[in-house]
């Protein structure tokens, strides 16, 4: 199976950086799929990735969504925090530390924490004023990503609270 680790936002928030996301000019990621990646494991056993996170300790946060910017490199346009919220890399250590042990291969490059909203993007002139939204992350998820003649589909397999 396909897997990674992943945050999700509330319904609302998801829908209000949906909403927002249309106004520009590119593919808008659904707004069931908007979520943001802690670890990408690719072609993986589900079994072993959730033995790994049951093991993972970390604190409930805010992730705030204080700028949006565009990627001309992979014409995208994504949002996230200003600054890494301490809580949320002190998740991602634990959580990649514990996938080390069983051996998963994990990217190398450091964490950006960023949520991606279109693909195939056009370079706005200027981006929108962001809406106003809460992102509670009270926990993480195991994910199974398939691709589907819709799109990308992606199933929760496992929920992680968060202390």
């Given at each position: 199976?396909?897997?990674?680790?992943?945050?999700?936002?509330?319904?609302?928030?998801?829908?209000?950086?949906?909403?927002?996301?249309?106004?520009?000019?590119?593919?808008?990621?659904?707004?069931?799929?908007?979520?943001?990646?802690?670890?990408?494991?690719?072609?993986?056993?589900?079994?072993?990735?959730?033995?790994?996170?049951?093991?993972?300790?970390?604190?409930?946060?805010?992730?705030?969504?204080?700028?949006?910017?565009?990627?001309?490199?992979?014409?995208?346009?994504?949002?996230?925090?200003?600054?890494?919220?301490?809580?949320?890399?002190?998740?991602?250590?634990?959580?990649?530390?514990?996938?080390?042990?069983?051996?998963?291969?994990?990217?190398?490059?450091?964490?950006?924490?960023?949520?991606?909203?279109?693909?195939?993007?056009?370079?706005?002139?200027?981006?929108?004023?962001?809406?106003?939204?809460?992102?509670?992350?009270?926990?993480?998820?195991?994910?199974?990503?398939?691709?589907t003649a819709k799109g990308q589909l992606y199933e929760p397999i496992e929920r992680y609270s968060l202390g």
């Amino acid at each position: 199976m396909r897997l990674f680790f992943a945050a999700w936002p509330p319904a609302e928030t998801a829908a209000a950086l949906h909403a927002w996301s249309r106004s520009l000019q590119g593919r808008p990621t659904p707004a069931e799929n908007i979520h943001l990646t802690l670890a990408f494991l690719g072609e993986a056993d589900p079994l072993r990735a959730a033995a790994s996170a049951k093991r993972v300790r970390g604190a409930r946060h805010e992730l705030p969504i204080e700028e949006a910017r565009y990627w001309k490199k992979n014409e995208i346009v994504w949002v996230g925090p200003k600054a890494m919220p301490p809580e949320l890399e002190g998740l991602v250590k634990a959580l990649k530390l514990e996938l080390y042990r069983d051996e998963f291969f994990l990217e190398r490059r450091p964490f950006a924490a960023h949520v991606t909203l279109l693909r195939k993007a056009r370079e706005p002139k200027t981006l929108p004023a962001l809406p106003v939204v809460r992102w509670p992350v009270d926990e993480f998820l195991l994910v199974r990503s398939r691709t589907t003649a819709k799109g990308q589909l992606y199933e929760p397999i496992e929920r992680y609270s968060l202390g």
